[in-house]
């Protein structure tokens, strides 16, 4: 996003930078504090201090969790179209991946749980999910989950359940699920991956955590690291932290301005033919299908008209494309009217 961090997160950062000193740091105790208060409080889950792995990013914990399973998976499942990282991390290790595309009800896209019931797979094979969903927006429902839970069991398979969007959630009254609440027999079998990076704009100082209940798995996560991830940097851990502390506000305020960017976009993208929006109902992502404007390359088209998109070539999706409204009114208006102007004349 182009926002500023809360305020608060912004006070700590100064007084850090004037305490002058920056060794290497343990994660703070109110920093665990306030994860498990925030599980409970936001979304009804109970976790444990001990549950908690620290990561200095969430990609790598993505590249982690395949890791882990690169002896016992024979392949690793994942949603399309989806954030890259997801379609290149399983590669890392070796593994196959296997792409479910997604299916589209009403604009929305869901999961395709007859596609998962036909899928050919083994027991201990690896399902990453993104929830929500990176780059369409979608908010996975309790029954969604549920669905998804008793398959993902039955199969006997292990789910790598990535919600670093879970804070970013448009609609009012939508309360963010984690994967790994919809029962003991699920949560055995995942990996949940969390952070205040996204919901804060703090990425840059790395702190994300993964919360595993089980702790075998979870040792094996740490095994995964051990020697090559390091803890995350003291500023991140300071950061997060006063984030999470402080920025409830700030973060109530962000949504109300990213729905409204969101609307706002939805507006303005209406009047390009040939162009399907779908409204994310999480994240500050527009998916948008061009596959019928009558260009060659939307990318380059609208890159050429001023206009950098992230090309759905890369998500798995090539000719679709995604805006990001992390950014002001003005300059999002600035670039749908240069969006509208150059598909004009088409
Ligand atoms: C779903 C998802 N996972 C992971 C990341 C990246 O996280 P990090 O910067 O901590 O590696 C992103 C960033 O856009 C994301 O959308």
Redesign the pocket.
């Known amino acids: 996003m182009d926002f500023k961090s809360p305020p608060g997160v912004i006070e700590r950062a100064a007084e850090e930078a004037d305490f002058g000193n920056f060794g290497y740091a343990k994660c703070p105790a109110g920093l665990v504090d306030v994860i498990i208060e925030r599980c409970k409080d936001l979304y009804g889950w109970e976790i444990d201090s001990s549950w908690i792995v620290w990561?200095?990013?969430?990609?790598?914990?993505?590249n982690v969790s395949c890791r882990v399973f690169e002896k016992e998976s024979s392949q690793v499942f994942t949603q399309t179209p989806?954030?890259p990282?997801?379609l290149s991390a399983p590669g890392n290790f070796d593994l196959p991946c296997t792409r479910i595309p997604m299916v589209l009800d009403q604009g929305r896209f869901g999961i395709d749980f007859d596609a998962l019931e036909a899928l050919p797979s083994n027991p201990s094979d690896l399902f990453m999910l993104?929830h929500?969903?990176?780059?369409v927006g979608s908010a996975f429902t309790k029954e969604e989950l549920a669905k998804f839970a008793e398959w993902a069991c039955r199969k006997d398979l292990y789910v790598c359940s990535?919600e670093?969007?879970c804070d970013l959630l448009l609609e009012p009254g939508l309360r963010h699920t984690p994967l790994a609440l919809l029962g003991s027999e699920v949560a055995e079998r995942s990996i949940t991956?969390m952070?205040p990076?996204?919901t804060f704009n703090l990425?840059g100082f790395?702190c994300?955590y993964a919360i595993i209940s089980n702790g075998k798995l979870r040792s094996r996560f740490k095994k995964a690291m051990a020697g090559i991830v390091p803890d995350p940097p003291a500023m991140g851990f300071a950061l997060a932290e006063s984030a999470y502390r402080t920025g409830e506000t700030w973060r109530v305020e962000l949504i109300d301005y990213l729905r409204g960017n969101r609307d706002f976009a939805l507006d303005e993208l209406s009047k390009i033919n040939g162009l399907a929006p779908y409204p994310p109902q999480a994240?500050y992502?527009l998916w948008m299908d061009a596959r019928s404007l009558p260009v060659e390359n939307p990318h380059g088209f609208f890159e050429n008209a001023g206009v950098g998109l992230s090309d759905g070539k890369d998500f798995g999706a090539p000719g679709v494309l995604r805006l990001n409204l992390g950014c002001s009114r003005q300059l999002l208006g600035e670039a749908l009217e240069r969006m509208v102007s150059a598909c004009k004349d088409l």
């Open positions: 990561l200095p990013g969430m990609v790598c914990a993505l989806v954030y990282p997801f993104c929500p969903h990176n780059p990535d670093i969007h991956l952070a990076s996204k990425p790395g994300s994240t992502l």
